[in-house]
């Protein structure tokens, strides 16, 4: 009887210090999962601080001493313009141009010289500003705006009418520039209202003048909302180009009277020159960007 008493106690024992093994051994697993979950936890900023914002700041500092460089490059260039290249092209171009132009034309020649370029420059792809230029020399805001828009109807309509005799012929140019060709299609859709605006955007948007006036009649553009769309949409244009020839008038006449404008007024007409070209740019660019989400929502599937 002892002997089992005796027997039961060592069992007893030994399962006591079984179980405190078992312990001691939970505990040290216990205590590296810890150190593992520790390790881990510490490990994640690690990963995180590896991207530090100072790339971020360096391309910011890059992008303003770029900004700074160019700020400082174009007022240099305007500066020299201003001082040295801008009176000599007065002297030795534009005034005998003025001077041969006074002496060879009388104002009714003038007015036909500037018709007929404004009508026949666009139909055979010249450029057709210096004869917005030349109006706004001679006739100033308001008559130089009649006499442009009207000389305008003409150089758009002549492309307009000639691109129905060479329908296929275009038709095949077009598919070589299919997104320009989507676009100019645009003109062509929806009711009347839906083409004068598109022709509008499409004349203030940097898309090619010339290349519009013929494939008009190719995109199916009815004749009214095209005219009508184009003198709203190159309004800009005009003004830009009258604008441009009063102020090179106001400094040939300086020049040839051999006086200055004053600081004022040199200030007072290049600021608002850069104005208005800047104005044009970024309507045009906000114009282009309206085109194409107009372009986007014609061409989602309903």
Same mark, same amino acid.
């Given at each position: 009887?002892?002997?089992?008493?005796?027997?039961?106690?060592?069992?007893?024992?030994?399962?006591?210090?079984?179980?405190?093994?078992?312990?001691?051994?939970?505990?040290?697993?216990?205590?590296?999962?810890?150190?593992?979950?520790?390790?881990?936890?510490?490990?994640?900023?690690?990963?995180?601080?590896?991207?530090?914002?100072?790339?971020?700041?360096?391309?910011?500092?890059?992008?303003?001493?770029?900004?700074?460089?160019?700020?400082?490059?174009?007022?240099?260039?305007?500066?020299?313009?201003?001082?040295?290249?801008?009176?000599?092209?007065?002297?030795?171009?534009?005034?005998?141009?003025?001077?041969?132009?006074?002496?060879?034309?009388?104002?009714?020649?003038?007015?036909?010289?500037?018709?007929?370029?404004?009508?026949?420059?666009?139909?055979?792809?010249?450029?057709?500003?210096?004869?917005?230029?030349?109006?706004?020399?001679?006739?100033?805001?308001?008559?130089?705006?009649?006499?442009?828009?009207? &000389?305008?109807? #003409?150089? $758009?309509?002549?492309?307009? /009418?000639? !691109?129905?005799?060479?329908?296929?012929?275009?038709? =095949? *140019?077009?598919?070589?520039?299919?997104?320009?060709?989507?676009?100019?299609?645009?003109?062509?859709?929806?009711?009347?209202?839906?083409?004068?605006?598109?022709?509008?955007?499409?004349?203030?948007?940097?898309?090619?003048?010339?290349?519009?006036?013929?494939?008009?009649?190719?995109?199916?553009?009815?004749?009214?909302?095209?005219?009508?769309?184009?003198?709203?949409?190159?309004?800009?244009?005009?003004?830009?180009?009258?604008?441009?020839?009063?102020?090179?008038?106001?400094?040939?006449?300086?020049?040839?009277?051999?006086?200055?404008?004053?600081?004022?007024?040199?200030?007072?007409?290049?600021? &608002?020159?850069? #104005?208005? $070209?800047?104005?044009?740019? /970024?309507? !045009?660019?906000?114009?282009?960007?309206?085109?194409? =989400? *107009?372009?986007?929502?014609?061409?989602?599937?309903?």
């Amino acid at each position: 009887m002892e002997i089992n008493n005796v027997a039961y106690v060592r069992i007893k024992e030994e399962e006591t210090e079984a179980e405190k093994e078992l312990k001691q051994e939970r505990v040290v697993v216990e205590e590296e999962e810890e150190e593992i979950s520790c390790n881990s936890v510490v490990e994640f900023p690690l990963q995180e601080e590896a991207l530090p914002p100072i790339p971020t700041n360096e391309k910011s500092w890059n992008r303003a001493l770029k900004l700074i460089g160019v700020g400082i490059s174009s007022a240099i260039v305007v500066i020299v313009a201003v001082k040295w290249i801008g009176p000599f092209v007065l002297k030795k171009v534009v005034v005998p141009a003025l001077q041969w132009e006074a002496d060879a034309f009388n104002t009714s020649q003038r007015i036909i010289v500037i018709l007929a370029t404004l009508a026949l420059f666009p139909t055979i792809c010249l450029p057709s500003t210096p004869s917005m230029w030349m109006a706004g020399m001679a006739y100033g805001y308001v008559k130089g705006m009649l006499l442009v828009m009207a &000389g305008v109807s #003409v150089g $758009v309509s002549l492309p307009y /009418f000639v !691109g129905s005799v060479f329908h296929a012929e275009i038709q =095949r *140019l077009l598919e070589k520039y299919p997104k320009e060709a989507s676009i100019l299609r645009l003109a062509g859709e929806g009711n009347w209202f839906h083409q004068f605006r598109t022709v509008t955007l499409i004349r203030i948007s940097p898309l090619p003048y010339i290349m519009f006036n013929y494939a008009a009649w190719a995109t199916n553009v009815r004749y009214t909302p095209y005219l009508m769309g184009t003198w709203v949409g190159m309004l800009p244009e005009v003004f830009i180009a009258l604008y441009s020839g009063i102020l090179i008038r106001s400094f040939a006449e300086a020049t040839q009277a051999k006086r200055s404008l004053t600081p004022k007024q040199i200030i007072f007409n290049v600021v &608002g020159f850069c #104005v208005s $070209v800047g104005a044009t740019i /970024f309507i !045009g660019i906000r114009t282009k960007k309206r085109l194409d =989400r *107009l372009h986007e929502e014609e061409s989602m599937p309903e």
